[in-house]
């Protein structure tokens, strides 16, 4: 059984059906609790969404490629894009503190990433966004 998947995409929203899906059977296949897939599903979904949404300044087609693995005591995510350079983790912390009828809508995908995640890191390589994110595995 393979520790890694990878998972092409183009940028269309009709492809977060396949993100989740990815992950949930990822999860299956290597047995993972409900807890941590469930908390990796709502992260990925949240940036391939923000990808798809804001990355492009073109209706041309691009790829996103979603990679799932399984290392020692850890689940990884990467979504790798071809759009504009964004750091997600520069983005300020949302005000948690006024209403739900008084806040924006959005912004809580990186709050999502940080309190979800055990680690995130972004990268730009060879024109590419790289964004990983980690998730301790119960012992």
Avoid: W
Avoid at 9 to 18: G, P
């Amino acid at each position: 059984m393979s520790q890694t998947i990878e998972v092409r995409l183009r940028n269309r929203l009709s492809e977060l059906e396949r993100v989740g899906e990815a992950v949930e059977s990822f999860g299956e296949a290597h047995r993972l609790p409900g807890k941590v897939v469930q908390a990796l599903a709502l992260c990925v979904d949240e940036v391939v969404t923000n990808v798809i949404s804001y990355a492009y300044d073109d209706q041309a087609d691009h790829q996103i490629t979603l990679r799932l693995s399984l290392g020692t005591g850890e689940l990884a995510a990467e979504v790798e894009d071809d759009g504009k350079p964004f750091n997600p983790l520069d983005a300020p912390p949302p005000d948690l503190t006024q209403s739900l009828e008084d806040r924006p809508i959005g912004g809580l995908g990186v709050h999502f990433l940080r309190t979800l995640m055990d680690g995130v890191e972004y990268r730009r390589e060879q024109g590419k966004n790289l964004l990983v994110m980690k998730k301790k595995l119960p012992v």
